[in-house]
């Protein structure tokens, strides 16, 4: 479980990026924070995580969180397997090297994301779809039951994309609380039980279905954006309400 | 040790969701995972293992050879009289050639060279950067003001060591005082740190040469500042000994930590490891190991940064290997050039020129071919 | 960092530091062209220095401003009197501080000695301030260049360790001074003595002892190799030197060893020379050295010290090389004490005492090893 409440985060006492961010996450559930370019998405899922330090608020986890940083490179070539195993920092001991329980730990997070044919590559080597699934399993390595990922699919091509958001819906039916920062307004609606939408005008928490309409998105971008129905062709997930996308009306 | 509080209870919520997405690898059970954990330490375990085998070879050869022929039967009588009681028919001169030259200048070259690398390897992981090595930090020049200090006052051999060491931790202190402040990120801080730190010890290295009697003191400076271990005693064996196994102990037992302090410090911090105390202990220990070796066999370059490059080479990045092997590679590598520098001709050559001209071009072609295979991006 | 242009400046530093640094083995000769009384003026003296330049001086100099290390005392010597010294090298000075030419000349303490750096680059201003007629400096025109700029008249010297250089320099200096007789006089001197030191030799049947001079023991071992003045009077004296001998070094000068080089030669006579700290003690008392000949005889001697350091060429060398043989070859009582004396006498008009010759002689540092008493009082 992650709680936040009335969380806010400035650089300087009179210039907040964000004030007030109240939200649950429950297991089982995913909250989706979107925003325009320099709206704090990235300060805010940081805060969640526990990598930076609000100036207000609070926010509760009742573990570590597993955090999932945008896909970068490594300075190092380490192998695949090595990287899901640094997951396990916080059960190894300062002076102790992984164990065979850790390995454990490692390989089944690498089953799980379905990167275990993987484990020797060199992660620099892997292609950003790949690299994505082995920092969550990594995530996941870490064992906590709360996994807070920045902009997870930026960067994918479509396939990949789809690869990511499978995953990440196959973990919140295994119980686990996601929260997510993303860019693409459709992955929320595709995945998102609760959004957070940091807007200029300030921030604000709600349902999905209440949050992710037509007003309330080209409001956020300031772009004229559409929601439309698609059939749902069978892609594995019953779903309660119908299933959306979205369309961004672009000027001529 | 914990192994992993959350694992479990994790491992049961997510049982019931296969089958899985993504691309289908082979289904893998317990056994192949317990497989797999024991084929990893094999990795750890062989490398060091072989490397450890090399720099005995290394060593014993070095003991054996030198300008003084000793025939190799008795060096390996002299040594084996150490630890059973053997008969030695080797003459005194022999013996003392052995045991009183050659042995504490093979453990010196060793703990020097040894020390030198796992420093750079650990440096390199901690800065996140191919072209960093102990000098980088500055206490290299620190602990050459120092030695150099005391040679030009003629405090002997044992200020020697203590001026050399204690400028040492005094460059790194002053590399502390000027990356404590908060504004800037951390890692550029700690390079410009040693860059200003090294240039002001370099320069007040300059001002002893410069002050020096260049008929009795500056010589003595120049030669010391060239690096070699040709002076090398038990005593100064000793004096090294504690700062720098001290220091690699330090590093080793780190080493998987300093694999994720390699990730950077937000992944660190992240998978839960404060990068900048685990960082300080790192920088320390290798400020220990280097003015360990400054004090003793006076400036020896480039072994810190071509080491480790071709340890990385040979095992891969990962610090759990690559610490160990990078000082027992490191260690044999300047028992070998040392050997070569003492046998090569009748004269000495100074160690620290040949490990540089060794150095900078095997350093270059290492960049050459190997760059993308071991650096992401370099 | 600051390697690149040490090694730059110190290239010169140490060759000319080894004070017998045989590097330019051969220069000698050029600068060896003996100081020309020109037959027109009679008053204005003309000289050519190791350079090649000809320098001309209306009178004798007065004031002689001396930037290499050893031409301070060797003036003195040639004049027998610090009168005409204006300003020296702050090691020259230091020298003469701590040894006994300070004790013979105490009015040359009082002197300038802060007009050049240590790697001799003169202050020009101070030494246009001191008015000087001639500025003696070795020759290298990177160093000469800035005070002939400045309008002064530079003596320039070149050093290859060799007695040649010395005899080259005590005629420029006795030619400028106006003493053209002292020259001769010291040459002559010298000659003789290195007549007798040889006369001694040839009447040996006995082979000398093989000796090891060290320029360096703290800090790394360094010999004399080929074509350098200690190998000169080694063999002179009838000793042989090891690295000149079967089983050589290469490279002339001063070579760096590794000991066991020197336990493979095994010398019979060890010198510690004037350029550290080295004692006798030091060796005796290493477990390393115990099984070489040198230490088992008690053979380890540390070179005497007089106006200058006697390993080195200089004005004191024909000590050196009666002192050398009478270590070579000991003797119930050694002549070396009286012949000091005497020589002191003749080049600094000079009367030692019992505890200066005590000092000079090393006989404190000396007192352990074999045969030194041949040397006391």
């Not at chain 3, 004070?19 to 050029?30: I, K, Q, R, T």
């Not at chain 3, 000793?239 to 060893?257: E, R």
């Not at chain 3, 010198?271 to 030091?282: H, I, K, T």
Request: hydrophobic content about 45%; glycine content about 10%.
């Amino acid at each position: 479980m992650l709680e936040l409440d009335g969380v806010g985060f400035g650089y300087s006492p009179r210039d907040w990026v964000f004030r007030g961010v109240s939200f649950r996450v429950p297991p089982g559930t995913a909250t989706a924070v979107l925003g325009p370019n320099g709206s704090g998405k990235t300060t805010l899922v940081r805060c969640a995580a526990g990598l930076l330090d609000p100036q207000e608020g609070t926010v509760r986890l009742s573990e570590s969180a597993g955090y999932v940083p945008q896909a970068h490179g490594s300075a190092f070539a380490y192998r695949a397997l090595d990287m899901v195993l640094m997951g396990r920092a916080r059960h190894v001991g300062v002076f102790r090297t992984p164990g065979s329980s850790d390995h454990e730990a490692a390989l089944e997070a690498m089953e799980r994301v379905g990167a275990a044919g993987l484990r020797d590559r060199r992660f620099p080597t892997l292609s950003g779809g790949e690299q994505q699934l082995i920092l969550i399993a990594r995530a996941i390595a870490a064992g906590s039951p709360v996994l807070v990922l920045d902009e997870p699919a930026t960067g994918l091509d479509l396939k990949n994309q789809a690869r990511v958001l499978t995953l990440l819906r196959e973990l919140m039916a295994d119980g686990m609380a996601l929260l997510l920062s993303t860019h693409h307004p459709d992955h929320a609606l595709h995945l998102a039980d609760r959004v957070v939408l940091l807007g200029r005008s300030g921030v604000r928490t709600g349902s999905a279905a209440e949050l992710l309409t037509d007003a309330q998105l080209s409001a956020l971008y300031g772009v004229r954006v559409s929601t439309v129905a698609y059939s749902d062709d069978g892609d594995g997930f019953p779903s309660s309400t119908p299933r959306r996308t979205i369309v961004v009306h672009y000027g001529s | 040790m914990l192994d992993g509080a959350g694992a479990p209870r994790l491992r049961k919520r997510v049982r019931p969701a296969l089958p899985r997405a993504g691309p289908a690898s082979a289904p893998a059970g317990t056994v192949d995972r317990k497989a797999t954990a024991r084929r990893r330490e094999t990795a750890v375990v062989v490398p060091v293992a072989l490397t450890a085998c090399f720099l005995a070879v290394v060593a014993v050869l070095a003991l054996a050879v030198g300008r003084y022929s000793v025939p190799l039967d008795h060096v390996v009588q002299i040594l084996t009289a150490q630890i059973a009681p053997v008969p030695v028919q080797a003459s005194a001169t022999e013996q003392n050639v052995v045991l009183l030259v050659r042995l504490p200048r093979v453990l010196l070259a060793l703990l020097v060279g040894g020390g030198l690398a796992i420093g750079g390897a650990a440096l390199q992981a901690i800065f996140r950067n191919p072209l960093v090595s102990p000098e980088i930090i500055g206490v290299s020049a620190g602990a050459s003001f120092g030695g150099a200090l005391a040679l030009l006052l003629g405090l002997g051999p044992f200020l020697l060591v203590g001026g050399s060491f204690a400028c040492g931790l005094l460059a790194l202190g002053t590399l502390f005082l000027i990356t404590s402040g908060r504004a800037g990120t951390p890692m550029l801080k700690i390079v410009l740190g040693g860059v200003v730190t090294g240039s002001f010890f370099s320069a007040l290295v300059a001002l002893v040469t410069y002050i020096a009697d260049p008929n009795t003191t500056l010589p003595a400076i120049v030669f010391w500042l060239l690096g070699s271990v040709s002076t090398a005693t038990f005593t100064k064996v000793a004096v090294a000994l504690i700062p720098v196994l001290g220091g690699a102990a330090v590093l080793v037992a780190l080493r998987w930590r300093i694999n994720v302090l390699s990730l950077g410090d937000e992944d660190a911090a992240a998978l839960g490891v404060r990068p900048r105390p685990l960082r300080w202990v790192v920088l320390v220990s290798v400020a220990l190991i280097v003015a360990g070796a400054v004090a003793v066999s006076g400036a020896v370059s480039w072994v810190g940064l071509v080491i480790p490059h071709l340890a990385r080479m040979w095992v891969g990045p990962d610090h759990r290997v690559l610490l160990p092997v990078s000082f027992l590679l490191g260690g044999a590598y300047i028992v070998l050039v040392d050997t070569i520098a003492r046998t090569a001709t009748a004269g000495e050559i100074p160690l620290g020129v040949l490990t540089a001209l060794i150095g900078a071009p095997v350093f270059f072609l290492l960049l050459r071919r190997n760059r993308e295979k071991v650096w992401d991006s370099a | 960092m600051t390697a690149a242009d040490l090694n730059r400046r110190t290239a010169l530093q140490v060759f000319i530091a080894g004070g017998s640094a045989a590097v330019l083995a051969g220069c000698g000769a050029s600068g060896n062209a003996p100081p020309s009384s020109p037959a027109g003026s009679t008053n204005s003296i003309s000289l050519t220095d190791q350079r090649g330049r000809t320098l001309t001086f209306a009178r004798p100099v007065a004031r002689v401003v001396t930037i290499p290390m050893p031409s301070a005392s060797l003036l003195v010597a040639v004049d027998r009197s610090a009168d005409h010294l204006a300003a020296m090298h702050n090691a020259s000075w230091v020298a003469m501080r701590d040894g006994i030419m300070g004790a013979m000349f105490p009015a040359a303490l009082d002197l300038p000695h802060d007009i050049a750096t240590q790697d001799f680059t003169a202050n020009v201003e101070s030494i246009r301030a001191l008015n000087p007629d001639v500025v003696v400096q070795w020759s290298d025109a990177q160093l000469i260049e800035p005070l002939e700029k400045a309008g002064l008249q530079v003596l320039g010297l070149k050093n290859s360790g060799t007695q040649e250089d010395v005899d080259a320099w005590v005629a420029m200096f006795a030619a400028m001074l106006g003493k053209p007789e002292r020259a001769t006089e010291l040459k002559t001197r010298s000659d003789r003595e290195l007549a007798e030191v040889k006369a001694l030799a040839s009447g040996r049947a006995s082979q000398g002892p093989s000796i090891l001079y060290f320029n360096r023991f703290t800090g790394g071992l360094k010999v004399a190799g080929a074509n350098s003045y200690n190998d000169f009077y080694i063999k002179l004296v009838g000793g042989s030197n090891p690295p000149t001998g079967k089983d050589p070094l290469t490279g002339p000068g001063m070579v760096g060893v590794d000991i066991e080089q020197v336990l493979r030669w095994d010398p019979e006579v060890i010198l510690l020379g004037n350029f550290d700290a080295a004692m006798p003690q030091d060796i005796y008392s290493d477990p390393v050295w115990q099984t070489v000949s040198a230490v088992r005889s008690k053979r380890v001697y540390k070179v005497p010290l007089g106006g200058y350091r006697w390993d080195p060429p200089g004005q004191e060398s024909p000590l050196m090389w009666h002192w050398l043989g009478d270590i070579a070859f000991p003797q119930q009582r050694s002549l070396v004490r009286d012949k000091a004396a005497e020589y002191f006498r003749f080049l600094y008009n000079h009367e030692l005492t019992k505890a200066e010759l005590d000092k000079i002689l090393r006989t404190a540092e000396n007192g352990q090893s074999a045969n030194y008493r041949q040397f006391n009082a």
